[in-house]
């Protein structure tokens, strides 16, 4: 005995078995199909009710694909052999294939900046993108629960970012830094009152796993990189915010990659011309911290000069990183400084 089913409760119940249980891997027949609603959505339907939704499916825009074959069959009246179309390997087309999405997830992953309930949540939807085969090869993977402190007003942020950059608005916020207690707060002036930040954001850039604002601070002329995670208080203005042409190094216009490039640690400052001599062993390490934009010359079996246009204070953190793999050798006062730094270094070691 067949079940009297409305129209929108069976193409809906369809579309979820389509969603659930297919890919270009994992198709069901029109059969398939049938029993999956007999068992799961305890409907008992006609064969042709499958197809019928299937093609009404197909018109309303659902990327379906199918097989199609022939059959030879007889004719009820004649008797005689006909061609009949069968239709089968019904799959749903998926908007993100699964390297994609397994990509997305590892993305999710690896990021310091999104709490761990926020990461599992927005996992799960991405798992939800694909059908269940999908979850089933990625449900070992998760990342480590949230043991660092971040701020909860994060997406709230990116939000009001959003927005201010969108429509060329300035942004005010609070800025806080962590003290002993593990916990933010935010950054004073010289009285003791607590610093409110009149900005012209530009850009959101994520890198090292954090997002960064890429704006200016509306009382000097530089650019300048604020932590999104360490921001609060943050409020959308009415007021327009600085032309880019009038900030030192954005007179040009923003080259996001190239400003990437030249900010390894998004330390504000000025960028210049760097040489330094470093152990060919290191050659992986270079290109992923300067990428492409760099020049190798003076090249011998174990060394390898390189020039580039790098921030100068990065460079200097950069160089205290891999002091014992590469030298300076220009400009001669990144040169002092980073020689001031290891000798201080040396001096916390010294006497045990």
């Known amino acids: 005995m067949y079940t009297i089913l409305s129209k929108k409760t069976l193409i ?33 339907v006609e064969r042709k009710a499958i197809k019928r939704n299937l093609m009404n499916l197909i018109d309303f825009g659902y990327e379906i694909e199918y097989s199609e074959s022939v059959r030879m069959i007889p004719n009820k009246s004649t008797g005689e052999l006909e061609e009949s179309y069968i239709l089968s390997d019904f799959y749903l087309v998926r ?30 939807k991405l798992e939800g993108l694909s059908s269940q085969y999908f979850k089933a090869r990625v449900k070992h993977i998760r990342t480590m629960p949230d043991f660092s402190l971040h701020s909860q007003q994060l997406f709230y942020t990116i939000e009001i970012l959003d927005e201010a950059i969108s429509r060329g608005k300035k942004v005010s916020f609070t800025y806080n830094e962590y003290g002993t207690d593990k916990k933010l707060h935010p950054k004073t002036d010289n009285t003791g009152k607590i610093r409110e930040y009149l900005i012209n954001p530009y850009q959101i850039a994520a890198t090292n796993g954090r997002y960064y604002l890429i704006c200016n601070y509306d009382k000097y002329d530089n650019v300048a990189n604020y932590r ?9 203005l009415d007021e327009p915010v600085k ?21 390894l640690y998004m330390f504000a400052g000025e960028s210049g011309a760097v040489t330094f001599r470093v152990k060919k062993y290191l050659l992986n390490d270079v290109i992923d911290w300067f990428g492409g934009e760099i020049t190798f010359f003076d090249e011998t079996e174990d060394e390898v000069s390189v020039r580039t246009r790098v921030n100068l204070t990065s460079m200097r953190c950069w160089a205290r990183q891999y002091a014992p793999h590469a030298k300076i050798l220009s400009p001669v006062s990144l040169v002092e400084e980073v020689k001031a730094d290891i000798q201080k270094a040396m001096q916390l070691y010294q006497g045990g």
């Open 228 to 236: 999104l995670d360490r921001i609060s208080n943050i409020k959308l």
């Open 12 to 44: 809906i119940s369809i579309l979820d078995i389509l969603k659930k249980y297919t890919d270009e891997n994992h198709r069901l027949s029109q059969k398939d199909i049938l029993e999956i609603l007999k068992t799961e959505y305890n409907m008992n």
């Open 95 to 124: 908007d993100f294939i699964d390297s994609e999405l397994r990509l997305l997830i590892d993305s999710l992953l690896f990021s310091k900046h999104i709490p761990y309930s926020q990461c599992k949540e927005l996992i799960g």
């Open 243 to 263: 032309p880019s042409k009038q900030v030192k190094g954005l007179e040009n216009g923003f080259d996001l990659p190239k400003h990437m490039a030249e900010h």
